[in-house]
Antibody, heavy 116, light 109 residues
Framework: QVQLVESGGGVVQPGGSLRLSCAAS????????MHWVRQAPGKGLEWVAF????????YYADSVKGRFTISRDNSKNTLYLQMNSLRAEDTAVYYC?????????WGQGTLVTVSS | QTVVTQEPSLTVSPGGTVTLTCASS?????????PNWFQQKPGQAPRALIY???NKHSWTPARFSGSLLGGKAALTLSGVQPEDEAEYYC?????????FGTGTKVTVL
């Protein structure tokens, strides 16, 4: 059974940084593109970032471009999201999800709260 | 700023049929946008239903179907069950970047 487990969420002050991780198992991680998606409290889903299976191409939503960096370590079956210059509006549950043209599996999410 | 618009809410009777749509501010949605559809219930992660316009995942109930309709992506629920009450989101591909739709709250009443 495919598993995606996010970690690294927590409370951070505005302007601070946080790194999220997504541990993948029960599928060939190195063959699959991955996404980060977030959901602010009571709001809809927002696509954040996407990375090709080999890390060679990365794409970002305008709202996070220049502040967030998506990366992966295929030797560790792990996806990352480095978040810098955090703002209150970045407060959300962050999900990792697997797939490119077809997004199939999702993790359960990790909560990031940006507050002083 | 690309906007993907869905109906805010729809109500359907048990056993009925309802169609949700997904429109792009850039123009007609085609298969090249690889429309995906997801279901989300309160307190849960989203669950994938449809990919690449009309393809079902192995777990997708047969009553869910995807299509293109009048320049939009569409998700049709036929023979609606009470457990289909949820928020539904589409996802469109824009050459590297992706955009989620605004979401449709489906009420089964």
């Amino acid at each position: 059974q495919v598993q995606l487990v996010e970690s690294g969420g927590g409370v951070v002050q505005p302007g601070g940084s946080l790194r999220l991780s997504c541990a993948a198992s029960e599928f060939t991680f190195s063959n699959n593109a991955m996404h980060w998606v977030r959901q602010a409290p009571g709001k809809g889903l927002e696509w954040v970032a996407f990375i090709w299976y080999d890390g060679s191409n990365k794409y970002y939503a305008d709202s996070v471009k220049g502040r967030f960096t998506i990366s992966r370590d295929n030797s560790k079956n792990t996806l990352y999201l480095q978040m810098n210059s955090l703002r209150a509006e970045d407060t959300a549950v962050y999900y990792c999800a697997k797939g490119a043209y077809g997004v199939d599996y999702w993790g359960q999410g990790t909560l990031v709260t940006v507050s002083s | 700023q690309t906007v993907v618009t869905q109906e805010p809410s729809l109500t359907v009777s048990p056993g009925g049929t309802v169609t949700l749509t997904c429109a792009s501010s850039t123009g007609a949605v085609t298969s090249g946008y690889y429309p995906n559809w997801f279901q989300q219930k309160p307190g849960q992660a989203p669950r994938a239903l449809i990919y690449s316009t009309s393809n079902k995942h192995s777990w997708t109930p047969a009553r869910f179907s995807g299509s293109l309709l009048g320049g939009k992506a569409a998700l049709t629920l036929s023979g609606v069950q009470p457990e289909d009450e949820a928020e539904y989101y589409c996802l469109l591909y824009y050459g590297g970047a992706y955009v989620f739709g605004t979401g449709t709250k489906v009420t089964v009443l």
